[in-house]
């Protein structure tokens, strides 16, 4: 774009503005990649519980052995129906709409040595 012509700047800004204001609009076909400020707080759609649901973890207190006694250690543990409940979600929303996104969805992982040993 540096080395581009002013006319060939000025039909890029004007395309780009005019396919914002025809897809950028509600009930819109073409989805947005991101939820407005707005939107955000008018969540029809449960979304943001579904995100703290999936960032709540489950907490195991239990006593350790130590060399000068016992210890009390706290462990934490991500809820992985929580996190697939998450993913689902996400899925739903680009199934739904007549929109193929260039990139496929992430595909979160948790490790098994995370989910056996926990989080400090």
């Given amino acids: ?3 581009a012509s002013e006319h060939t700047k000025t039909i890029i800004k004007t ?8 897809y950028r609009q509600p009930l819109t076909c073409i989805p947005k990649i991101y939820p407005s400020q707005g939107e955000w707080g008018d969540d029809d759609l449960g979304l943001k519980q579904t995100i703290m649901q999936a960032l709540e973890l ?3 207190s239990g006593s ?3 060399d000068v ?3 009390v250690q706290n462990k934490y543990f991500i809820k992985n129906d929580r996190v697939k ?3 689902d979600e996400f899925q739903h929303y680009t199934s739904s709409a007549n929109y193929t996104p260039y990139h ?7 490790s098994s040595t995370l989910m056996r ?3 400090d």
């Avoid at 496929?104 to 948790?110: E, F, Q, R, T, Y």
């Fill in 117 to 119: 040993d926990g989080m």
């Fill in 64 to 66: 350790n052995a130590a």
């Fill in 15 to 22: 395309a780009a503005e005019e396919a914002n204001q025809r």
């Fill in 1 to 3: 774009m540096e080395t």
């Fill in 69 to 71: 006694g016992f210890t």
């Fill in 104 to 110: 496929p969805l992430p595909k979160w992982g948790i």
């Fill in 58 to 60: 489950d907490e195991v």
């Fill in 85 to 87: 409940e998450l993913t």
